[in-house]
């Protein structure tokens, strides 16, 4: 990252974000007064211990769960308390998500998984520009290295290929933000190094802002910078 980056308006931020779960009578606070700013090609790893609320963090961000109190801004426009149609819009054109459980419709083919925030996205037009969508989505699996591989199901995958598609599928729509959790995860040692490398060449070649949870250190530190949860709060 160069320094007009650094100075630059983040594209995505977070301020005073607190999030608590109610369990029975109790309360169990996960995030206390959480601020975070990802700037446009920078790659954040976001650390902390097991509970510590990653995923809690990266699904406010990601507008797929609701804060208790706080902000989260999209080039400085606030989205977190969008209506649901609203919030799904910006999760398809600006939000690409990679989960460790990679998260495919089992149903769709490779394709038809990757083409699918396109088609939220587009809504009605999406059909009068199907053949177009489908050139640009085999591209994007192409790039993935899977151009053989569009018609198969999830089930007719590898998990390192799963996770392949995950990648095209928050890639497509070309967001100027990811959100990645522990998405080598659930790979082998040397599947999930060849999959992080993809991603990781990937949204720099595109300059997305990438915030990735993870356990592992060797991957933080191919990251640009390192975060930590701790105690509900970002160190
Ligand atoms: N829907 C929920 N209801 C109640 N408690 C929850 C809920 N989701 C998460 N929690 C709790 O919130 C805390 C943070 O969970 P979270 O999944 O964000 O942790 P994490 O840092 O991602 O952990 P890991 O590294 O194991 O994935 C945990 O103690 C968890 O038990
Ligand atoms: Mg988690």
């Known amino acids: 990252m ?10 995505l931020s977070a ?15 996960v995030l206390r007064n959480v601020d975070i700013e990802l700037h446009t090609g920078e790659v954040t790893a976001l650390m902390g211990s097991s509970g510590s609320g990653k995923s809690t963090l990266l699904q406010l961000l990601g507008l797929m769960d609701h804060l208790d109190s706080g902000t989260i ?36 083919s490779a394709l038809e998984n990757v083409l699918l925030p396109r088609r939220i996205a587009r809504g009605m037009s999406w059909f009068a520009n199907r053949q177009k969508e489908r050139r640009r989505g085999a591209e994007v699996l192409r790039e993935v290295g899977l151009a053989d591989r569009a018609k198969h199901r999830p089930n007719q995958l590898s998990g390192g290929e799963q996770q392949r598609v995950a990648i095209a599928r928050a890639l497509i729509s070309a967001p100027p933000v990811l959100l990645a959790d522990e998405p080598t995860g659930n790979l082998d040692r040397q599947t999930g190094a060849e999959v992080l490398e993809l991603l990781l060449r990937l949204a720099r070649e595109r300059g997305t802002a990438m915030l990735l949870a993870t356990h592992d250190e060797r991957i933080a530190e191919a990251c640009d910078r390192i975060l930590y949860l701790e105690d509900g709060k970002l160190v």
């Open 73 to 108: 801004a999209l080039r400085g426009r606030p989205i977190h308390a969008l209506g649901a149609g609203a919030a799904a819009k910006v999760r398809a054109q600006k939000l690409g998500f990679v989960f460790q459980q990679f998260q495919l419709i089992h149903e769709l």
């Open 15 to 29: 301020a005073a974000v607190c999030k608590s779960y109610r369990m029975g009578s109790g309360s169990l606070e």
């Open 2 to 11: 160069n320094d007009s980056q650094s100075l630059s308006a983040p594209v």
